[in-house]
C-alpha cells in the first residue's frame, strides 16, 4: 500500500468521525447544518482514480446515510458531487486542471475559492432538495442551503488552511 492510499484511508475516517460526532449536532436556527465531511471529496488528488473516488464518494455517503438514518440523501449527494468534480475543476481552474497541476491546499486564491464555494453548494443544494423532496417548501430549501453552504465553506477553509501537512 502506498503512502497516498493510506493518507486518503485516514482523511475519510478521520471527516466521517468529525462529522458524525461533533457536525451532526450543530443545528443552528434550524437553517445551518456543517458538512466539513466532503472535505474528502474536495481534496481528493487530482491524478486518483476516478472510479476509486466514485467508489469512496459512495461509502462515505453510505456511512453518513447509516449515522443519520437518512435513506439514501447522502450517498446520492456525495456521488454527485464526485460525478461533477472534473467538470468543477475545468470551471474554477481551466487551462491548470487540464495539466493537473492544481492543489487545493495551497493558498487561496479566486480559482480555489470558486471550487470549494461550488462544490459545496452542489452537494448542500441536492442534499437539501432529496431531503425535502418537495416544491412547497422552495424557499426553505434555498434558504437553508444558502446559510449551511456559507458555514461549511467557512469550517473547511478553516480546516483545509489551519491544519495542511507541513512542505518538505
Known amino acids: 500500500m502506498n503512502s497516498t492510499f493510506l493518507y486518503n484511508l485516514a482523511r475519510f475516517i478521520l471527516l466521517l468521525a468529525a462529522q458524525v460526532l461533533i457536525f451532526n449536532n450543530f443545528n443552528f436556527l434550524g437553517y445551518i ?18 472510479y476509486g473516488l466514485l467508489m469512496a464518494s459512495f461509502f462515505l455517503g453510505l456511512l453518513m446515510d447509516m449515522f443519520c438514518n437518512s435513506g439514501g ?9 464526485a460525478f461533477l468534480r472534473p467538470a468543477i475543476f475545468r470551471f474554477s481552474f481551466g487551462l491548470s486542471y487540464e495539466y493537473q497541476t492544481v492543489r487545493i491546499n495551497d493558498v487561496l486564491s479566486p480559482g480555489r475559492f470558486s471550487f470549494i464555494f461550488l462544490s459545496v453548494l452542489i452537494h448542500n443544494l441536492s ?5 425535502v423532496f418537495t416544491f412547497e417548501s422552495i424557499w426553505s430549501i434555498l434558504l437553508k442551503t444558502l446559510l449551511s453552504t456559507v458555514f461549511t465553506i467557512i469550517i473547511c477553509i478553516l480546516i483545509i488552511y489551519l491544519i495542511k501537512p507541513n512542505k518538505r
Open 73 to 81: 440523501v447522502f450517498a446520492t449527494s456525495c456521488v454527485l458531487l
Open 33 to 50: 447544518n456543517p458538512f466539513p465531511y466532503i472535505l474528502f471529496i474536495i481534496l481528493y488528488p487530482v491524478n486518483g482514480n476516478k
Open 127 to 131: 442534499l437539501f432538495l432529496l431531503e
